[in-house]
């Protein structure tokens, strides 16, 4: 435990509880008795610093009873697949104490509409993140999987069919079926990467089949399988020359890789803002060109019988508003780094292949995805290798969950040892070298040689 890491937490929680007492105060000032408190709770604060300073004291678990602590990010190097992307800026961690509340983004909303919030500066951002990735149009909305759902629900009737790759993410076939619509799965061979002219063949094959074109195309740049690049170039074009929707599914993309959607061909882009834009979850972009912005962010038509009520100028597929408080603080505030982070992509390319390459010295261990990396997330395999260890260790699968966690490791499938995903976005080059000789020392503690 590093005490240090946690006296942060705990001098943190006791701001937040003076913070409380002006929540609970005459806006006037303080009585007798709040000055009291604000005395004490400053004596207390200073008594945490003073821990701080000197590393002493005891360390606290909870944030409340029974929640406890999350240390990960402070404690260990996490190698979570899912979660490197999303970790929090210190200007979203920022943003995220100051507009914690509710609703607090409705402070100054004018026009009942959260894309034209002027304070914070919402609207600007929309505008920004659509040139980002490189779209004429962007909404926030509570994950990619809600970018796809509003897509599904605007472009599908029941039994209309899409085209998706048999990688695709969960959240694609259920934003499909909630539409009762058909999804058709493109093959992405031995390779395990999906091509432009896979996609049109599975295109011809639906036509052959049912006698009619798909009404939507749905492919990630990078899967969340193997973390492979599939060519969406390729898929783009195709999607063109049939004139079918391309939605781009960028989860494992946008605010890490740079992304233009017009050139790539795509008629909507899809990102996750906890996947990878540095925000707090449900968070997420879907952005269209003009085109299609009519039909995916239309008003809404709907009109109450006795009252007459109709709502023209809110969204119906974002059901008005999305992201109304620390959600969207949070991503906005990350944006400027996010923005910066795009352009050093090569570089977390490079680390992620460093770390691999040292990791593949072990004897045994493979990689499933593909080699070099294009990618930070990648699966390997180690069923030669730290699985034939688990097979007699008493600890069976966990010991190489023990052995990392020990060496202050975390984020690998605890008990997994044979096919396994892991993900090095965001570590430094010193985080890397760590990673990749820890593995090796395990390896060597083992009687697994290192070539
Ligand atoms: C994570 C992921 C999603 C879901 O993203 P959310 O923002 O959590 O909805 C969709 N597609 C792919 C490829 C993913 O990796």
């Known amino acids: 435990m590093n005490i240090r890491a946690r006296k942060i937490y705990e001098a ?16 006037t000032g303080l009585n007798e008795n709040e000055e009291a408190q604000l005395l004490d709770g400053i004596a207390h604060v200073e008594t945490i610093i003073r821990e701080l300073k000197e590393g002493k004291g005891s360390p606290i678990k909870y944030v409340e009873d029974k929640i406890e602590l999350r240390t990960r990010e402070e404690e260990f190097i996490n190698i979570n697949a899912i979660q490197p992307g999303g970790r929090l800026t210190a200007e979203a961690r920022k943003a995220l104490i100051a507009y914690g509340d509710g609703y607090s983004v409705c402070d100054k909303c004018l026009e009942g509409r959260l894309d034209k919030i002027r304070k914070p500066p919402v609207d600007k951002f929309h505008a920004e993140l659509a040139d980002f990735v490189g779209m004429d149009e962007a909404r926030v909305v509570p994950g990619a999987r809600r970018g796809f759902q509003a897509v599904a629900s605007s472009l599908l009737d029941k039994g209309d069919v899409v085209i998706v790759s048999d990688l695709a993410h969960y959240t694609e076939f259920l934003a499909v079926e909630n539409v009762s619509g058909v999804i058709k799965e493109v093959p992405s061979g031995e390779k395990n990467i999906i091509t432009g002219d896979a996609v049109a ?44 929707p391309f939605l781009y599914n960028g989860a494992y993309s946008v605010g890490m890789v740079p992304v233009d959607g017009k050139k790539i061909g795509a008629d909507f882009v899809v990102g996750s803002g906890h996947k990878g834009m540095a925000a707090v979850a449900p968070s997420g972009v879907l952005a269209t060109t003009d085109e299609w912005a009519p039909k995916v962010f239309r008003g809404s038509e709907i009109v109450g019988d006795v009252t007459g009520r109709s709502f023209k100028h809110k969204e119906s597929e974002m059901l008005g508003c999305t992201l109304m408080g620390g959600t969207l603080l949070s991503m906005m505030a990350s944006f400027p780094r996010v923005k910066e982070r795009v352009k050093r992509w090569k570089e977390e390319v490079e680390k992620s292949n460093y770390f691999i390459r040292e990791f ?14 294009k990618h930070t997330l990648s699966k390997v395999d180690t069923r030669d290798s730290f699985d034939r260890i688990a097979k007699t260790h008493k600890r069976r699968g966990f010991f190489l969950s023990d052995e990392l966690k020990r060496r202050g490791i975390v984020g690998q499938f605890a008990g997994s040892t044979r096919v396994w995903e892991l993900n090095t976005y965001g570590l430094s080059w010193s985080r890397i070298k760590y990673l990749s000789e820890a593995f090796i020392e395990i390896a060597e503690k083992y009687g697994l040689a290192a070539i």
């Open 12 to 27: 943190l929680f006791a701001l937040e509880d003076l913070r409380e007492i002006f929540r609970q105060a005459l806006p």
């Open 201 to 244: 063949e599975k295109i011809e094959n639906v036509n052959e089949e049912l006698g009619r074109l798909p009404k939507l195309i749905i492919i990630e740049h990078f899967d969340h399988r193997f973390g492979n690049e599939h060519d969406v170039y390729g898929v783009g074009k195709v999607a063109k020359a049939y004139d079918i």
């Open 360 to 373: 593949l010295r072990i004897n045994g261990n493979k990689i499933s995805s593909e080699y070099p990396r």
